[in-house]
């Protein structure tokens, strides 16, 4: 039997040293309402090892690169993105086979952001791009990113959408962080504005991952449907509500379950679904019951967990064919 890794983890994220010193500067502590975990490439690739992973696409996390109360923001916002991605970079170079990387950009600076992403697709040759759920709480369908959001169709780029602190949180009294709950919120409401907005049917090539089975995305599909109708915004999905919710890729990370798994099944092809961690923010044994509530679900056949594991990956990479 091929006992060779094939677990392709689109969903897997690193905490550089750098970017920790830069966060300690500016007093950001947190990301998502936890602390950041120690990240190290040794323990990393260990873990990968154990649990069956022979690529991971690694990311920044929340909060990103841009912090709107903190002097020179945008500056900083520039010149950290540039490094995180430079990071990256090295780390690919120094793993071979082993690490792609979604590059981060300084937004909500678009301008900012396009160089970025000339710079890290053309020059660092990156995998594809992250974007956070709202910047400045403007979500990720607003027509100020449309300028972006062009520049990515003609791109064909593929874009990991990961959630952030909402807006208006600090005024919340419920005592829970965003990574319990809101985080699922958050990817449901960007999803949404862009389907909404129009954005999905005006950029068609872009190849959009929703982080964490897309939230609530499935759930209320049909209750977004239906208020869309009564407030004469279906102008924007001329196919159909459905039929650009089908467009989304979707991960597992923490979302491995069968409460979400049987709303996913139900509104996507499992070939829209692909597998990510969450690591390291998801413990060592968080990533293993991932990868077990993807291979014991009872919907999903053996052809099923293979696409969802690796397959789905290499078709939106097909680049890294030869690592497997």
């Given at each position: 039997m091929d006992n060779k890794p094939k677990i392709i983890d689109l969903h897997h994220h690193v905490i550089p040293r750098e970017y920790l010193e830069s966060l300690t500067k500016v007093g950001v502590k947190e990301s998502l309402g936890t602390s950041f975990p120690e990240w190290d490439v040794r323990t990393t690739l260990d873990r990968m090892d154990r649990n069956g992973i022979a690529t991971a696409f690694v990311s920044i996390s929340a909060p990103g690169v841009y912090f709107k109360e903190i002097k020179n923001s945008r500056a900083l916002s520039i010149d950290l993105a540039r490094e995180m991605n430079e990071v990256c970079a090295n780390l690919i170079r120094d793993n071979p086979g082993r690490f792609g990387a979604f590059a981060i950009l300084p937004l909500p600076d678009v301008d900012a952001a396009l160089a970025e992403l000339r710079h890290a697709l053309d020059v660092l040759e990156l995998d594809g791009v992250i974007l956070l759920s709202n910047y400045d709480g403007y979500y990720l369908g607003d027509p100020r990113f449309d300028k972006l959001l062009s520049e990515l169709n003609r791109r064909k780029a593929v874009v990991f959408i990961h959630p952030t602190t909402p807006p208006g949180f600090e005024a919340s009294h419920l005592g829970f962080p965003e990574m319990m709950m809101d985080a699922c919120f958050e990817t449901t409401r960007t999803a949404y504005s862009l389907v909404l907005r129009g954005q999905v049917e005006k950029y068609p090539d872009v190849r959009f991952i929703l982080a964490h089975a897309g939230g609530t995305v499935p759930y209320i599909a049909a209750r977004v449907d239906l208020v869309s109708a009564f407030m004469q915004l279906t102008e924007a999905i001329p196919n159909g509500m459905e039929y650009y919710l089908k467009k989304f890729y979707y991960d597992t990370a923490?979302?491995?379950?069968?409460?979400?798994?049987?709303?996913?099944?139900?509104?996507?092809?499992?070939?829209?679904?692909?597998?990510?961690?969450?690591?390291?923010?998801?413990?060592?044994?968080?990533?293993?019951?991932?990868?077990?509530?993807?291979?014991?679900?009872?919907?999903?056949?053996?052809?099923?967990?293979?696409?969802?594991?690796?397959?789905?990956?290499?078709?939106?990479?097909?680049?890294?064919r030869d690592s497997q």
């Open positions: 923490l979302s491995a379950a069968p409460y979400a798994f049987s709303s996913l099944q139900n509104l996507v092809e499992t070939s829209h679904i692909v597998f990510g961690s969450d690591y390291i923010f998801s413990t060592a044994f968080s990533l293993g019951l991932t990868i077990d509530g993807v291979e014991s679900y009872s919907g999903f056949n053996a052809r099923d967990v293979a696409a969802i594991e690796y397959e789905n990956a290499l078709t939106l990479f097909p680049q890294r």
